[in-house]
């Protein structure tokens, strides 16, 4: 996978038919599908856990980018491994030994993925850097769809992408929250190279045309 890959968040789907909404973005050219898991403690919401990532497991060929917003990712990581989510992202804020999750999840040959919120300094991932797939930056604060994009990202992005450089990482940086076709082309531009978008692409009227207006727009900075 290389350029700008689209991860649709299901958190703005129907979930009374998840299964038709990972179909219409998977034709539509979808890289990957997110998959929002939070706890009620982490952040300030309930959604889903691991018999829904196996259910979409079964559903779809597109490779699962599950986004723990739980607090004892320590103990229950293997639940989302087992359940077949391909890769896991666990916030930095809510592991008590980060190291030790990430390599649990590179053991079960998953990427690995490490986010943080948009009060929390980057230096804060630096440790991880070389160990991790993805990190994710997160440009609202986690816990609901269709929130306002936190501008002061963009430049988060670019110092991310310096400091990833630094440590000879191979990480792509992905951002979350407030992703559209407006917001888009800035965080490209800073280096974001995964762009996880829920509302822009299931809130509208049709879905696979946003999702090609989205990278149209993500792609219009990259050359
Ligand atoms: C928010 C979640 C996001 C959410 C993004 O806490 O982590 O993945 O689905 O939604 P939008 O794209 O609507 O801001
Ligand atoms: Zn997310």
Redesign the pocket.
């Known amino acids: 996978m290389s350029g700008v890959l689209i991860a649709p968040?299901?958190?703005?789907a129907d979930f009374t038919d998840l299964a038709g909404a990972v179909a219409s973005v998977e034709s539509a050219g979808a890289d990957l599908v997110?998959v929002?898991v939070?706890d009620g403690h982490f952040?300030p919401?309930l959604t889903v856990g691991p018999p829904v990532v196996r259910a979409l497991k079964r559903t779809t060929r597109l490779p699962l980018d599950v986004?723990l917003?739980i607090d004892n990712a320590d103990e229950t990581v293997g639940w989302y491994l087992d359940a077949g989510a391909d890769i896991v992202v666990v916030h930095v804020e809510a592991c008590r030994h980060v190291h030790r999750v990430i390599r649990a999840i590179k053991d079960a040959g998953r990427g690995a993925g490490v986010s943080l919120n948009p009060g929390t300094p980057l230096c804060a991932v630096e440790p991880v850097l070389a160990e991790v797939d993805q990190v994710l930056v997160?440009?609202?604060?986690?816990?609901?769809?269709?929130?306002s994009?936190i501008p002061s990202s963009v430049d988060r992005i670019r110092e991310l992408a310096r400091m990833i450089e630094a440590a000879r990482s191979s990480a792509r940086i992905a951002v979350?929250?407030?992703?559209?076709a407006a917001t888009a082309p800035a965080v490209v531009e800073a280096g974001a190279t995964v762009l996880?978008?829920?509302?822009?692409?299931f809130?509208a009227p049709d879905p696979p045309a946003a999702l090609h207006a989205l990278r149209a727009a993500a792609l219009s900075r990259l050359c």
């Open positions: 968040s299901i958190l703005s997110h929002d939070m952040v919401n986004h917003m997160m440009s609202v604060d986690p816990g609901f769809g269709g929130q994009f979350d929250g407030g992703i559209d996880v978008a829920g509302n822009a692409i809130g």
